[in-house]
């Protein structure tokens, strides 16, 4: 039986960034140096694939530090940990090696430092993601206050309107990212921003490379997990750029067949922390029911590299 022809549009880039690599490096050269197991705080990144690879290697995923033993080694996720967290860590006397992203840490430096000079802090981002919760744990209580929505802004209650900065998720959709930063400023005129923009590039090459393609694709399967916030991002990015039809797959297992009938073009991209092997499993499947020819739709180039920390580059 013929297959019904389909074009795959394939985003450029996608999947894995400099930081996620970079994590998993962390918890892989962790496992090597000092045996199993290494215990992670939080999910190293919110990919159940990459999580469940590095747990049968000798990696324990916990929520708390005071889940983890005190002689064993302790990673905190790519997401970042509040200050009380490596505090505490070395308070006990645990070997502990801190895997948050560098462009997360580029975060928590600038809120420490508008704090230092006297601004208190909003943050841009989403309530209970570990990132926010992380950069919000960098100072004390009531130092910075979190807005969600453009209404957010309006309900905001400030120390002082003349002495403020925001800071931001390095995860959210770029778009909605600008219009609550113009709210923020056009409510707060003395308001001050960051040096260079938060939102990483890995998020913004992403989201770049589905508006590319959701014009002309009349599906998008993002591949990422349902607590990617990144991933989720591109779900809506793709819907909003005009993509009849978007959605969010972890495996090929989950792709809605009956969604795509009738489909002749679609899209194919993957979140920050969802590895290629997932990507060409969901092209294997659709290889599998079309006759498919594959077009890469390519935004921009991506040569970031993020070295591991120095404890790990040194013996045993």
């Known amino acids: 039986m013929t297959k019904p022809p389909l074009t795959l549009f394939l985003a450029a880039p996608r999947g894995f960034c ?39 290697k000798g990696a324990v995923f916990v929520e708390e530090l005071s889940d983890c033993p005190d002689d064993r080694p302790v990673i905190f996720s790519a997401h970042g940990v509040p200050k009380a967290v490596p505090a505490e860590a070395e308070r006990r006397e645990m070997v502990f090696v801190d895997a948050t992203c560098p462009l ?66 390095t995860t959210l959709s770029v778009d909605d990212t600008i219009d609550i930063v113009a709210a923020l400023r056009a409510r707060f005129p003395a308001i001050r921003g960051p040096h260079k923009e938060d939102i990483c590039y890995a998020t913004t090459n992403r989201q770049e490379a589905v508006k590319a393609i959701a014009g002309k694709a009349q599906a998008m399967l993002v591949v990422g997990a349902p607590n990617s916030s990144n991933s989720r991002r591109l779900v809506e990015v793709a819907r909003r750029a005009g993509c009849g039809y978007s959605q969010l797959v972890q495996r090929a297992g989950d792709i809605d ?30 290889c599998a029911r079309y006759d498919v020819t594959i077009e890469e739709v390519e935004t921009a180039q991506e040569n970031v590299e993020f070295k591991v920390p120095r404890v790990l580059r040194q013996p045993a």
Do not use: C
């Not at 969600?148 to 002082?160: F, K, M, P």
């Open 257 to 286: 067949w009956r969604a795509l009938e009738g489909v002749e073009n679609i899209g194919v991209t993957a979140g920050a922390s969802a590895p290629e092997l997932l990507v060409k499993e969901v092209i294997d499947a659709l």
């Open 18 to 56: 400099a930081g996620v690599d970079r994590a998993i490096k962390i918890v892989e050269m962790a496992i090597s140096k000092w045996g199993a197991p290494v215990y992670v705080r939080h999910e190293i990144v919110h990919n159940k694939y990459v999580v469940d690879d590095l747990r049968a």
């Open 104 to 169: 997360v840490s580029k975060v928590h430096i600038e809120a420490e430092r508008h704090s230092e000079t006297g601004l208190q802090i909003i943050m841009i981002g989403h309530a209970g993601h570990p990132e926010t919760i992380g950069t919000m744990g960098q100072l004390p209580a009531g130092e910075v206050l979190l807005v969600e929505t453009v209404e957010d802004v309006a309900r905001v209650t400030v120390r002082d309107p003349e002495k403020l900065a925001f800071v931001t998720q």
